[in-house]
């Protein structure tokens, strides 16, 4: 069975409300397998994200 006539062009996203992983509050993500922090913690984790990539702490 051939289902090529279901490939749409834009790549599909788990888009839905998610859970965020640090302080389990639900929050929308537009990609809830990639974004699985809300934004207020997610601020948080790419600067410390950054830091440790810089270097000097
Ligand atoms: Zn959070």
């Excluded at 993500?29 to 440790?52: F, P, T, Y």
């Amino acid at each position: 069975m051939l289902d090529h006539d279901f490939h749409p062009p834009l790549k599909v996203r788990e888009v839905g409300w998610n859970r965020c992983m640090c302080c389990a509050k639900p929050f929308w993500s537009e990609n809830v397998i990639a974004v699985r922090l809300c934004n207020g913690c997610k601020e948080h984790h790419d600067r410390r994200a950054g830091v440790a990539r810089g270097g000097a702490g």
